[in-house]
């Protein structure tokens, strides 16, 4: 169905993809993977077109199959209402009708060709399938409620939905309109573990082709049966049967063969090197003490030197030649760490009766908790619940309708904001950092480049940075601080894997308080002491995800 041959690309003198080429049949979900800035959004737009490559093609059969793309960003397209931006294939629709029609009256005022009738049967198959595709209400509504956007009317004007709400109703378009072949890049961003869980189970059921770059670990174990792995030393892919863990585990076998062979090598080139040695300096040692008139054994010396020496240059081929075992390099990942913490007390944040909305509304009412030091929460719930209206209310960015929250003793808070709003774009991540951190200038530089911003990277404009540099750069800002509670809003949406792991290890180690708003479960699973759920209107604690689940199967 989807088939890349050689596909080359550069940008200026930059290698970004080397010789990728794969196949898609339809009725398979593959995963593509691989850190930021490594290739795969070039790769989704060399498939659909947006950008050519330099070498290589992209085939698509049969040649009407339909193509839909999520990109990362909200795409508009100049629709004004829901209903307009979901019903964005109509065009298309009525010009494949116009050529139908087009053809069907040639065939009727002349004796039909063979290509004649092969294009007015390839033009009626197009329309056929256009028209299969064209949603109906119900199947918009369905969707829309699957990701969170049930009470989305559609007349509602885009200009007042939310960015987390612009990007679902994207997701959304794409699905309704059931393409033969999707490509999503991160459809994983902005949906709550509900949606997620209802995304899972649409692509399961879905019959098309589906290439997936996505950085949710258990998203990918639960929907793909391929990994496709863009590595980005080499620019090459490579292929890996089955869903993300058993990738991994396959990956973690080869790297560990690989370097045991490395390891084997390097005792067998430091052996010989030994050898040679010793061979040498015994035949300099006999040359040195032999007497002039004994030819014999002078030449034997002459003979085993330049033996040593046949060796030596041999051996320097074998090093500089393809056939020696690579080293597997570590690979430079974020690395996060937090400066020395005061300690707090031992209740770290207490809400009593606490109730928070807009404009007198509650999002939630009667809320009462407490969160001990050292505790890890997860805060979750469906989208719009009040999540990041709590993390306000107890930054104390917002004012509560009722009841307090009250922080304990010695307590120093970092936020991380979902939206990256505390970053300004006009200042650089240099003087983001020498802003809140009393550090030299060089410091501050040593700081970054743990952040993945070197050189020059410390001086671009915050405005002009990714999503991703920008969710590196407000955890560096957090982490210099020297914050003992960290109240984070989504914090990983933007990470890749490789940054998610560490900084699961990261928030492992960390010694103070974290409450986090954040719906990827593989990292609540590997970081989380506990639940807190927000579910009509009311927060209740649970111990872990399965917690949770058993609760809402017993309430149904």
Not at 134 to 156: C, I, K, M, Y
Not at 344 to 371: I, K, P
Not at 414 to 442: C, H, I, K
């Amino acid at each position: 169905m989807l088939k890349l041959s050689n596909i080359t690309k550069h940008y200026g003198n930059a290698l970004i993809l080397d010789g990728v080429s794969f196949v898609l049949n339809a009725g398979e979900r593959v995963g593509l993977i691989g850190p930021n800035g490594c290739g795969k959004t070039t790769l989704l737009r060399i498939i659909t077109g947006q950008i050519a490559p330099d070498t290589g093609g992209v085939q698509i059969t049969p040649s009407h199959a339909r193509l839909g793309y999520l990109e990362q960003g909200f795409a508009q397209h100049g629709a004004a209402t829901v209903a307009q931006f979901l019903q964005i294939g109509e065009e298309a629709l009525a010009e494949a009708e116009a050529r139908v029609a087009t053809l069907a009256t040639a065939l009727s005022k002349q004796e039909p060709g063979v290509q004649l009738l092969e294009d007015y049967s390839e033009a009626l198959e197009r329309l056929e399938s256009l028209a299969a595709a064209q949603p109906a209400a119900h199947e918009a509504e369905s969707v829309l409620a699957g990701l969170g956007l049930g009470h989305v009317d559609f007349e509602t004007p885009l200009a007042i939905l939310s960015g987390g709400q612009k990007t679902r109703l994207g997701l959304a378009q794409l699905l309704v309109h059931r393409p033969d072949i999707v490509l999503l890049d991160e459809p994983t961003n902005h949906l709550d573990i509900e949606a997620l869980e209802w995304l899972e189970t649409w692509l399961r059921g879905y019959l098309g082709a589906a290439l997936i770059v996505s950085h949710d670990r258990t998203f990918l174990d639960n929907t793909v049966t391929r990994i496709f792995d863009l590595d980005p030393e080499t620019h090459m892919l490579a292929e890996y049967v089955g869903n993300y863990s058993a990738y991994i585990a396959t990956w973690e076998r080869q790297r560990e063969k690989q370097l045991a062979q490395w390891r084997d090598e390097q005792e067998e080139i430091h052996r010989i090197q030994a050898d040679i040695h010793r061979t040498a300096m015994h035949a300099m040692s006999v040359e040195l003490t032999t007497k002039p008139h004994d030819f014999t054994i002078r030449r034997y010396a002459k003979k085993v030197a330049k033996k040593a020496k046949s060796r030596e240059r041999k051996l320097e081929r074998y090093m500089d030649s393809d056939e020696r075992a690579e080293k597997p390099k570590l690979s430079w990942r974020m690395k996060l760490e937090f400066v020395d913490l005061p300690e707090s007390g031992r209740e770290v944040l207490v809400l009593e009766n606490l109730a928070a909305g807009y404009h007198g509304t509650a999002l939630f009412q009667g809320v009462n908790a407490v969160l001990g030091a050292g505790e890890r929460v997860a805060l979750i719930g469906p989208n719009g619940t009040g999540k990041t209206t709590l993390l306000k209310v107890i930054m104390g960015q917002l004012a509560p309708l009722a009841g307090r929250v009250r922080l304990g003793t010695n307590v120093k808070v970092g936020y991380y904001a979902q939206e990256q709003e505390l970053l300004d774009p006009a200042s650089t991540p240099f003087e983001v950092v020498r802003a809140v951190a009393d550090m030299s200038d060089t410091e501050v530089r040593s700081f970054l480049h743990y952040y993945l911003f070197s050189g020059d990277d410390v001086f671009t404009l915050v405005g002009a940075l990714s999503y991703g540099e920008r969710a590196r750069l407000a955890l560096a800002r957090m982490a210099a601080t020297g914050c003992n509670f960290l109240l984070l809003d989504e914090p990983i949406n933007h990470l890749d894997i490789p940054s998610r792991t560490q900084f699961e290890r990261a928030m492992t180690a960390f010694e103070g308080t974290v409450l986090a708003v954040v719906h990827d479960r593989y990292f609540i699973n590997a970081f989380a002491t506990g639940i807190w759920a927000m579910q009509d209107g009311a927060l209740r604690r649970f111990v872990d995800l399965e917690d949770l689940s058993r609760a809402n199967r017993n309430a149904s």
